[in-house]
């Protein structure tokens, strides 16, 4: 089955520099990868994903890349602010339809110091 | 903007107890999920629903878990007989149509005891 593995687990950065998040999977037949922030206490909130037939997204500061010859993919955040501090995850999933479970990653730490 | 809802926000049982979690998905979401999440580990599939039925589960999902969907709104995750290593949050998901996006509850914390 899909293996997903997820550097760094913790990442600090000074507020208003980038930060990335790299993610790999096994299972050449995933072809969705979304990212979900979590914060303390909260439930997993989807912020940007992308699909196999694309090999990069911008959502204002976000963005996500792909490499599929490689398997892997990122998260770059630009121009941090404290509020993006939060637990990430990266995921895969098969997808045919809207049924297939996602694989995630360990999650990264990120802290953005003021 | 809808949101999935979960319930109770925090359940502590007795090893041995009968749990049952609760979720309101989002009311045009086709496909649900309950996932699971052990303390500081990534969050794991358990169980996908379609059509009234069990999609797939994975290994985690034995024969102490249930789930059910009992009037076409609530979406429940019953586990028969708890156990300390069942402690977790869950969390409910679900997906519409030939969307991709899975949206997340804000999950159930349980404790076993």
């Known amino acids: 089955g899909e293996n997903v593995e997820q550097h760094p687990s913790t990442l600090s950065v000074q507020e208003g520099d980038s930060a990335v998040i790299k993610c790999t999977y096994s299972d050449s037949a995933s072809n969705y990868f979304p990212w979900y922030k979590q914060e303390l206490g909260k439930g997993p909130q989807l912020i940007i994903d992308i699909r196999s037939n694309v090999g990069e997204k911008k959502d204002q500061r976000i963005a996500v890349t792909l490499n599929k010859t490689a398997k892997h993919f990122s998260l770059h955040i630009t121009e941090t602010q404290p509020e993006d501090s939060a637990v990430y995850f990266c995921a895969a999933s098969g997808v045919n339809s809207g049924n297939t479970p996602l694989v995630f990653g360990k999650g990264t730490r990120l802290s953005v110091i003021a | 903007e809808p949101e999935v809802t979960q319930t109770p926000s925090h359940q502590v049982t007795q090893m041995g107890q009968e749990v049952i979690l609760r979720c309101v998905p989002i009311s045009n979401h086709l496909y649900f999920y309950w996932y699971r999440q052990i303390l500081g580990q990534k969050v794991e599939f358990l169980v996908s629903?379609?059509?009234?039925?069990?999609?797939?589960k994975s290994e985690i999902f034995d024969d102490q878990f249930s789930v059910e969907r009992p009037d076409g709104s609530n979406f429940t995750l019953k586990i028969r007989s708890t156990k300390l290593e069942d402690s977790a949050m869950y969390f409910c998901?679900?997906?519409?149509?030939?969307?991709?996006?899975?949206?997340f509850g804000p999950g159930t914390r349980l404790t076993v005891t």
């Open positions: 629903f379609y059509n009234n039925e069990i999609s797939e």
């Open positions: 998901a679900g997906s519409g149509g030939r969307s991709y996006e899975q949206y």
